[in-house]
């Protein structure tokens, strides 16, 4: 199908094509039927006439043969007939219907017979010149109206002796009546003689259409005659036997052929839609593979982040895992031989202590002190180590009971009594108990460690809600920091205070940032040289969920 | 009646030389005989070949074990010793410079009597452990004997 055709004529080609061949079976079958019937028709109605001109033909033989029967006995003998032919003629007329007169003719005038058929007495016999005419060839002669007013036509024989001519008088009004049948039913039938009708019957249909349904035939009458003999079939003849069936078939046709057009158009349009549908889905189709196929990618991709996540995150455990087991290493080795440094200077004290001169002592102590602040500072190291990787266990904390206890264990650690701890009551928190305690211990300590010696020692804890978080604050009236050096507070082994005047490895304040950073909290501190130090941290706000 | 023997196993000479000194200098009688790593120590204490037990073996009154040394560590020793129907009596004190409790609680899953930390004792070099030898050569009674007539079972591991 040319894509060059308009939209519409291609829905229409189907429909044009179904109806066209529809139509054109019907017609052909309506013709077919149309001819197979009229040729039966035909077949018939010649078989009809051919029987009825036959019947005719058969009545009028008899006439003659009977009046040449006669002719042959009168001419049998050289005389006129004799008196008793009457007799005989009217015997001949009663077994032979038909018959009007029955006369002999002689040749010479004024001996000429006649004699009558029942009824037809009185009628005038053959005219006589007419008859001499034929006296030496039979003829027929007609038709023409007989005395009785019927048609019919005169038979001339001669007979053989030579004294005259037989001529009978012969109505056809009986040729076309049968007593037992009639030989065409249903048909008309006239009988045409020199462009003369001789007799008709019955009323032909005025159809030219029908003319087709006309028998014409030829009957040889006798002696040269012939006459034609034409059947058609009467109005109820034509009606009865052409009946509508294959024009109603025909019109079916058409119907059918219509209604499949209408269908095959509807079937055209149906095709065209789901064409368009299929070329829509295709395109959705596409739209959707488009889609996925982002979709895909975007999956990809964030497997290919999860992946990496993954690896950076097995990267991190193995770095973590080899950051625990250099831990365990260092708190072997590095301890060791430090408790060796420290056992061997206790032994050259103990067991040497007379060989050692006099500053020799004090360099041994000096020793001493150095390796024990290694061990300190290792200590230390492993604190922080432990504080960063213990796993959080988190619950709802009692801040002000915990806060309680970490200052009387600190107080008691370091021994000291004359320390007022200020505790307003403090909200909840959300947190590992056992590293809060730690935050809680190391910044207590802090407080004693650098407020001793002040007067009226006075630790102060507040805490208030800002947020999702809870702000805790760890007040002392200690000897306080340039507060230009807070950022350095929280360093590992960062100092602000020579140690000589404040013992203490510098790991406190890191393992309390490291704690608290751990639970998503923040510390700061603020503070002045001899006006005290305050040290913040905040931690999320209880009621959380559970760990 | 031979004299006690304690079993000290470790491998860091310097600690060897302080542990002698700190028992001597605490009065400690016991002969002391020194296992050099864990390997050594199973091969004097007969638990080398398996299924074969020497005929007179040397069997401590104690064993001092450092966990981390060359060749076999101290859990295989102890272990092996635990694993022994002869040894596994003996009472054995872990000596260790690591505090990580997942060493601590191993030391005991496996059967250690006892788990000291290595570290530097003020009162002198060693003190803690003259008195640890003293506890477990001289006031603690092993179940040496019981072991024999109960058969003595392993608790399970």
Known sequence: MSTLLPDRWRTLWLPALVFSLGFATALGVWSRLITERREQVLHSARTVAAESRAAIDAKLKRHISALEDLAEAWGRFDRDPLPEWAEEANRLMQNVPGFRYVAWVSNEA????????????????????????????????????????????????????????????????????????????????????????????????????????????????????????????????????????????????????????????????????????????????????EESESAAVLRRLSEELERRVAARTRELEGA???????????????????????????????????????????????????????????????????????????????????????????????????????????????????????????????????????????????????????????????????????????????????????????????????????????????????????????????????? | MSPDVLLLIEDELDHVDVIVRALRKAGVEAEILVARDGQEAIEMLGLDLADHEPAAPMLPRAIFLDLKMPRVDGWEVLQRVRASRRTAAVPVVVLSASDRPQDIQRSYALGANSFLLKRFDPRGPGTYLAEAAHYWLELNQPPASAAEKFHWRLPAH
Request: glycine share 12%; net charge neutral; hydrophobic share 45%.
């Open chain 1, 110 to 289: 004024g001996r000429t017979r006649v004699a009558h058929a029942a009824g037809q007495e009185g009628g005038h016999g053959p005219d006589e010149s007419v008859a001499r005419a034929h006296a030496t060839a039979p003829a027929i002669a007609g038709p023409g109206r007989l005395d009785d007013g019927s048609f019919g036509y005169d038979l001339y024989l001669p007979v053989a002796n030579g004294r005259g001519v037989l001529a009978a008088g012969v109505s056809v009004s009986g040729l076309l009546l049968h007593p037992l049948q009639d030989s065409a039913p249903g048909y008309a039938i006239s009988i045409d003689w020199g462009g003369r009708e001789v007799l008709a019957r019955g009323q032909p249909v005025r159809d030219v259409a029908l003319d087709w349904w006309r028998v014409e035939g030829e009957l040889p009458v006798a002696f040269g005659a012939v006459w034609r003999v034409v059947h058609a079939p009467t109005p109820e003849l034509a009606h009865s036997m052409l009946s509508n069936s294959p024009h109603l078939l025909l019109a079916g046709g058409l119907l059918l052929s219509a209604a499949g057009a209408l269908i095959a158009h509807q079937l055209q349009l149906a095709r065209r839609h789901a064409r368009e549908l299929a070329a829509a889905n295709q395109a959705l189709g596409a739209r959707v593979r």
């Open chain 1, 320 to 547: 973590m895992s080899e950051l625990e087991a250099f831990n365990y290493s260092v708190s072997h080795d590095l301890r060791s031989p430090l408790g060796a440094i420290l056992n061997f200077v206790a032994i050259l004290e103990e067991d040497h202590q007379q060989r050692l001169e006099h500053g020799g002592a004090e360099v041994l102590a000096r020793i001493r002190g150095s390796t024990e602040r290694a061990l300190a500072l290792l200590e230390g190291l492993l604190e922080l180590s432990r504080a960063s990787r213990a796993k959080l266990e988190l619950e709802d904390l009692d801040m002000t009971a915990l806060v309680r206890e970490a200052f009387v264990q600190a107080r008691v650690a370091r021994g000291e009594r004359d320390v007022e701890l200020a505790l307003e009551p403090l909200p909840p928190a959300r947190g590992d108990r056992a590293l809060i305690a730690d935050v809680l211990a190391n910044l207590f300590d802090n407080a004693l460690k650098y407020s001793r010696g002040c007067e009226k020692r006075r630790v102060g804890v507040s805490g208030r809600g800002e947020g999702a978080e809870i702000v805790y604050a760890v007040a002392d009236n200690g000897v306080g920091f340039d507060a230009r050096f807070a950022g350095k507070l929280f360093g590992v082994f960062e100092r602000l205070h020579p140690r000589e005047q404040f013992e203490g490895t510098g790991v406190g304040l890191a393992m309390v940032a490291r704690i608290v950073h751990r639970h998503g909290g923040r510390v700061w501190a603020e503070g002045a040289p001899q006006q005290g130090a305050c040290f913040f941290f905040s931690l999320p706000r209880a009621g959380g969920a559970a760990s």
